[in-house]
T-cell receptor, first 113, second 114 residues
Framework: QKEVEQNSGPLSVPEGAIASLNCTYS??????FFWYRQYSGKSPELIMS????GDKEDGRFTAQLNKASQYVSLLIRDSQPSDSATYLC?????????????FGTGTRLTIIP | EPEVTQTPSHQVTQMGQEVILRCVPI?????FYWYRQILGQKVEFLVS????????KSEIFDDQFSVERPDGSNFTLKIRSTKLEDSAMYFC????????????FGAGTRLSVL
């Protein structure tokens, strides 16, 4: 059974601080990694994608991937109350289209004003 | 901005009834998916679809489920005889042929089976 593991939280972070979200995956051949944000009762919204080892930055978000450790993380800088949501880590086996996403259970993040 | 649209937003049905959930993927996308999320649980893959064929299906996607692309825009999920445990949010997603497999999700249909 291929698994994606996340700490369910809740993770509470003061406004303006850095939020750090972590994810591990069991299938060593996984190639594509995604972070989705899901507000309560809403659908997953893509935040970041990452495909190779290292860091990828987009605005206040940085995704980090370490394939040797089977670990992917998301950093949110200058956290805002609007960042309060559940963050879902998802992986696929290949970089090609038509590949299913395998999701973790998500980490609930609360930004404290 | 192009988006995946799903209808209805909420469907209430009696156990044993058939339901059809509808999706309009992003227009230039070629790959289509259905996922479901039972309340409080993780998002689970149901089925992927490409070139008018199922590419992959999960063990959840049994004989009670079917998918169809009846025309050039719609993508439907049918549940033939609903069970109480089918109550969930059902999300449609689509991705393009450009690699990277970035999937965009619709707003979802909340299915309530009574």
């Amino acid at each position: 059974q291929k698994e994606v593991e996340q700490n369910s939280g809740p993770l509470s972070v003061p406004e303006g601080a850095i939020a750090s979200l972590n994810c591990t995956y069991s299938d060593r051949v996984s190639q594509s990694f995604f972070w989705y944000r899901q507000y309560s009762g809403k659908s997953p919204e893509l935040i970041m994608s990452i495909y190779s080892n290292g860091d990828k930055e987009d605005g206040r978000f940085t995704a980090q991937l370490n394939k040797a450790s089977q670990y992917v993380s998301l950093l949110i800088r200058d956290s805002q109350p609007s960042d309060s949501a559940t963050y879902l880590c998802a992986v696929t086996i290949s970089n090609f289209g038509n590949e299913k996403l395998t999701f973790g259970t998500g980490t609930r993040l609360t930004i404290i004003p | 901005e192009p988006e995946v649209t799903q209808t209805p937003s909420h469907q209430v049905t009696q156990m044993g009834q058939e339901v059809i959930l509808r999706c309009v993927p992003i227009s230039n996308h070629l790959y289509f998916y259905w996922y479901r999320q039972i309340l409080g649980q993780k998002v689970e893959f149901l089925v992927s679809f490409y070139n008018n064929e199922i590419s992959e299906k999960s063990e959840i996607f049994d004989d009670q489920f079917s998918v169809e692309r009846p025309d050039g825009s719609n993508f439907t999920l049918k549940i033939r005889s609903t069970k109480l445990e089918d109550s969930a949010m059902y999300f449609c997603a689509s991705s393009d042929a450009g690699g990277k497999n970035i999937q965009y999700f619709g707003a979802g249909t909340r299915l309530s089976v009574l």
